[in-house]
């Protein structure tokens, strides 16, 4: 029986934010996509592929609220679904997704047919859908909390990708600025459900358990990403060496090994 103390609620929120290390923004295909190095194409399949996040997104929440019988807790998780869906008014964030493919040259048939997506990119997504349909709702609201750190991922790619990539179409940002003000409010009310649920010392150790899951899960989809879109070469366990393209030596190593770390 695990018999330490739990953790303060200040304590225990400390340790779920450090884990923010180990968040996708540190992934080498996303240290490229910030510095501006990566080609039209590769930023396209980005794009495609994220789709398919993004359009699982509400049916994950579905899957939430389906399994919680706290009304209160569904009245406010409900409002995810709207963002993500739209409503009367408001096309919601996946055809804000839509149009940032439009933006960066995709066919709105190329992104919604879902056709570039790969496949361990759906076993990733699939993964997140089918942990909120099988596990208790209060695991599948903290594994959300990767969004604590999304808003600075948001807010670096409309102060960076203007000038990396001035070909994108201003339009498609959209999508971005929603999140800052949207992420916040999610994560507030994740957060609540989290220190309230997990406090027990066992469970707040569970629930670390849970938000690596899901920075895995996002770490899987861009590794898949990676390999099919740019020329890596794979030297010893667990590294990547990118090749040298146009004279530049990017060196991956180093966030790699903070997440092996
Ligand atoms: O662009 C990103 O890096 C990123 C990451 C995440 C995340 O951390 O899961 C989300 C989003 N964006 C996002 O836009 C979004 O709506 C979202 C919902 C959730 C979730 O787990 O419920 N994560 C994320």
């Known amino acids: 029986m695990n018999t330490l103390q739990a953790w303060s609620d200040q304590e225990f929120e ?3 934010r450090a884990m923010g290390g180990r968040y996708h923004i540190h992934h080498p295909f996303q240290v490229m996509m910030h510095r501006g190095q990566l080609q039209p194409q590769q930023i396209q399949g980005w794009v495609a592929n994220r789709y398919y996040y993004q359009i699982n997104i509400p049916i994950k929440d579905a899957a939430i609220l389906a399994n919680c019988p706290e009304r209160e ?3 406010h998780w409900v409002q995810r679904i709207l963002d993500h869906d739209g409503c009367q008014g408001d096309e919601g964030g996946i055809e804000a997704w839509i149009r ?4 960066v040259g995709l066919a709105r048939a190329d992104t919604v047919s879902q056709r570039l997506v790969l496949p ?3 076993f990733a997504v699939d993964a997140y859908v089918n942990f909120a349909r099988q596990r208790p709702w209060q695991e599948a609201a903290a ?4 969004e604590l750190f999304a808003p600075g991922i948001h807010q670096s790619r409309l102060e960076f990708w203007p000038q990396h990539y001035p070909w994108i179409e201003p339009d498609g940002y959209a999508y971005f600025r929603r999140r800052l003000s949207e ?3 999610d994560v507030c009310n994740g957060l609540r ?10 469970l707040q150790q569970r629930a670390l358990e849970i938000l690596q899951f899901k920075l895995d899960i996002l770490w899987a989809m861009l590794d898949t990403m990676m390999l099919a879109y740019c020329d890596v070469q794979v030297s010893g366990w ?5 090749m040298e393209k146009d004279g530049a030596v990017h060196d991956f190593h180093e966030p790699l090994f903070a997440k092996c770390g």
């Open 14 to 16: 400390e340790r779920l």
């Open 73 to 75: 807790v569904r009245r």
């Open 100 to 103: 940032l493919g439009e933006a």
């Open 120 to 122: 361990g990119v759906r």
């Open 143 to 146: 594994a959300s909390l990767t």
């Open 183 to 185: 992420a916040p409010r």
């Open 193 to 202: 459900i989290t220190l309230g649920h997990f406090n027990t010392r066992e």
């Open 238 to 242: 667990g590294r990547y060496t990118p």
